[in-house]
């Protein structure tokens, strides 16, 4: 009965980790599939059509003591 018991619990084992494995791939192929599906468009987040505007910065940083 040992045997059995040992043949069992090792298939039981492996059929767990085949369920996993499975469940990650249909997770990774669902959001590979999002990914793929979301275009990125500079110029709709800038209001100059995607162009770099000029630095911010006038000069060097004032002394502060």
């Known amino acids: 009965m040992n045997n059995v018991e040992t043949l069992v619990t090792v298939l039981i084992l492996l059929g767990m980790i ?3 494995a499975l469940v990650l ?3 990774n192929a669902q959001r590979a599939e999002r990914l793929a599906n979301h275009h990125y468009t500079p110029s709709r987040r800038r209001r100059n ?3 770099r505007g000029p630095p911010t910065s006038k000069g060097p940083l004032p002394d502060r003591r």
Request: glycine share 34%; proline share 0%; hydrophobic share 45%.
């Open 18 to 20: 085949a369920l996993g």
């Open 25 to 27: 791939h249909l997770l």
């Open 49 to 51: 059509g995607g162009k």
